[in-house]
């Protein structure tokens, strides 16, 4: 079945950007979307934004001026920068794949989930 | 601040029945679906509902899920030690540009 793994720095610095890459295994990356969603410790859950194997992007208003995602069909990957951290952008970031497929906004749903990866922002 | 509000914690005994309330707004719950995640402790959150009632498979019936208006539920009946976790509500947000907003998670303990 297809299992997604994040990777990238663990920490990063202030003002710095966050780069993250999740690898999409035992299936195909294309005719999906795919979503950031991030926790910090001890909080709830975040979207961060999607992104169709089109190139095509949603992100959250609240931090869609930070946020670029891309997509490497060829390597079956896709990728998050977010911009300008501070220590609020602490958190384990999650990537997830939409299902059923391509579908109207609200229709679909984050199944599987990556196993997170902890980003800390600290000089 | 969640944009979904739920219960901060919830608890019951094996066996008991509890329910789980998710409080949203017209332009999330309700005008678009309602979906449930569980996360159990140290893992990632697994889809539990999607599309307000439907469960996946490999999901007992044991979970049920439902909405009205601008509100929704997640109920647990026979409840089991396996079933302490976080559940989180989940809808998709029409207002500004569109957004997945969720709620602040329920931590539900089996006593």
Redesign the interface.
Known sequence: QVQLQESGPGLVKPSETLSLTCTVSGGSISSYYWSWIRQPAGKGLEWIGRIYTSGSTNYNPSLKSRVTMSVDTSKNQFSLKLSSVTAADTAVYYCARALPGIAAAGTDWFDPWGQGTLVTVSS | Q?VLTQPPSASGTPGQRVTISCSGSSSNIGS??V?W?QQLPG?????LI??NNQR?SGVPDRFSGSKSGTSASLAISGLRSEDEADY?C???D?S??????????TKLTVL
């Not at chain 2, 500004?96 to 998670?105: A, D, E």
């Open positions: 969640s678009n679906y979906y995640y893992t990632a959150p697994k889809l999607y599309r996946p989180y989940a809808a998709w029409d500004l540009s569109g957004s997945w907003v969720f709620g602040g998670g």
